[in-house]
């Protein structure tokens, strides 16, 4: 194994440790103090389910569960609520595409609820600058905890 990507793979088991040990908060009370750049999880009735990175993590998880985010800004939302409503399959068809189905009243509002539920979850994060470790973190963090809102196929 290449010896970069080994010093990179050996970083990730103390930072999912990281990640797991911090109190969980929630993320419309978000304490003064996060980092700027990490690997955020969001958590519910003790399980898992969503890992997501980012370079600026308090901005990211405000467009998770704002009202006024669109699908665009809250995906983790928009699983949730393609879920709820039973459009779980993606298209890049007009038909079935995101703006359509937000023009769907119903999905519009399992939309709203489902950034709602986001805002009353658990959230933890951790700091990963790096942009290659941050995203082998999300992928490792997701594998590991079996988050079932990750979804690494391309589009």
Do not use: W
Not at 84 to 104: C, F, I, N, P, W
């Amino acid at each position: 194994m290449n010896q970069t990507f080994r010093t990179h793979v050996e970083s990730l088991v103390p930072l999912l440790e990281e990640l797991l040990a911090m109190a969980p908060v929630k993320p419309t009370a978000l304490p003064r103090e996060v980092p700027r750049a990490g690997i955020y999880l969001f958590s519910e009735a003790g399980q898992h389910l969503y890992v997501g990175r980012s370079r600026r993590i308090k901005r990211r998880i405000r467009r998770h569960c704002s009202g006024a985010a669109t699908f665009r800004g809250a995906a983790f939302a928009f699983l949730l609520a393609r879920e709820a409503t039973g459009h779980v399959r993606a298209t890049y068809k007009t038909q079935g595409s995101r703006a359509h189905l937000m023009e769907d009243p119903a999905f519009a509002s399992a939309f709203a609820d489902a950034k709602r539920r986001i805002s009353a979850m658990e959230l933890r994060f951790v700091a990963e600058p790096d942009p290659i470790r941050q995203a082998l973190l999300e992928i490792y963090a997701a594998v590991t905890l079996s988050t079932r809102y990750n979804d690494f196929d391309t589009h």
